[in-house]
């Protein structure tokens, strides 16, 4: 059974159609996706979860039961717009937020002090919010999502504003809250972080839920049926028989190997292409090409674009 599911969330701005009927199912203890370009619905589901606004139809289920108001305590909401006060400083506003979320004072304290000092912006502590990089106020907000150790994380584009370094660091903790326990969701732009955390991906497109599943399985429903393949040997035979019996689309000479780059047809196998030159040299490796979550998130909306001006000339 799911953590938490949307079930027909539809939502409407005055003529604009935000949600339409978008369903999703985020499974226990995974790190789930949610995708899409600007203006996709992204946020806006995430404030209805989160019940900043609400749907004008369908049902949130929170394990196993409809969504409640008491239930945002164990929500954890690091959104896009950062919403710090500029003017407090910093571990005065740490503190007043861990409050906010049932903290006492002396357990605050505790815990803050063990993450300033992990994300190193100890020195931070007594200057005015207005003073920190954006950088530095993200590291600050994300602690205060994170410090009541809610059971559902959700994070909208969390690498915003991070360096490479500091992005790898988000991603560390995101991963190590995900191993004690913890449910995440979390928008993005950033598909290399899909491939690399998420378990699930739902893509959004105006409004619609286009993609739903697990990432790798998403990637093979994709596939193009490419295969990459390096060997050593005879170099002419081999380029003649891949051409006459596949498609190929590369073939380059590599130091002392050569590497191709095949395209089988539906009912052809990885097995049947290293049958046919494997009597005419050394394999040294090779595997399928799998689409990267980037290309399938551009061929998907391409394809949705293309539908769309169709039914708009028809």
Request: hydrophobic share 40%; charged share 25%; with cysteine.
């Amino acid at each position: 059974m799911a953590f938490f599911e949307a079930r027909g969330i539809v939502k409407r701005f005055a003529n604009h159609l935000a949600l339409d009927k978008v369903d999703i199912d985020v499974p226990r203890n995974s790190i789930y996706g949610l995708l899409g370009p600007n203006g996709a619905g992204k946020t806006t589901l995430i404030r209805i979860i989160n019940r900043i606004t609400g749907p004008d139809e369908g049902q949130l289920i929170l394990d196993g039961h409809p969504l409640r108001s008491a239930d945002i305590r164990n929500i954890g909401y690091l959104p896009e717009e950062r919403g710090l006060y500029k003017k407090m400083k910093v571990g005065e506003q740490a503190i007043y937020l861990a409050r906010l979320k049932g903290l006492s004072r002396n357990d605050a304290l505790k815990q803050l002090k063990y993450w300033f000092e992990k994300f190193e912006i100890q020195p931070w502590w007594d200057k005015k919010v207005e003073e920190l990089s954006k950088g530095m106020a993200q590291k600050v907000q994300f602690i205060v999502t994170i410090l009541h150790e809610p059971s559902l994380l959700i994070f909208d584009e969390p690498f915003s504003g991070f360096d490479p370094i500091n992005a790898n660091l988000l991603k560390e903790e995101i991963l190590r809250l995900k191993e004690k326990g913890a449910t995440i969701i979390f928008s993005t732009h950033n598909m290399s972080s899909v491939e690399e955390l998420c378990d699930h991906i739902t893509l959004i497109n105006n409004g619609k839920a286009m993609i739903e599943g697990p990432t790798e399985e998403v990637r093979k429903n994709y596939r193009q049926n490419l295969v990459s393949i390096d060997f050593s040997g005879k170099a002419d035979t081999v380029e003649k028989i891949l051409k006459d019996r596949f498609e190929l689309h590369k073939f380059e000479a590599i130091n002392s190997h050569y590497s191709a780059l095949v395209k089988t047809g539906e009912d052809q196998s990885l097995n049947q292409v290293l049958e046919a030159i494997i009597g005419h040299c050394h394999i040294h490796g090779c595997q399928e090409l799998l689409p990267s979550m980037n290309d399938v998130f551009i061929q998907v909306v391409n394809q949705q674009k293309q539908s769309s001006q169709k039914q708009q000339r028809s």
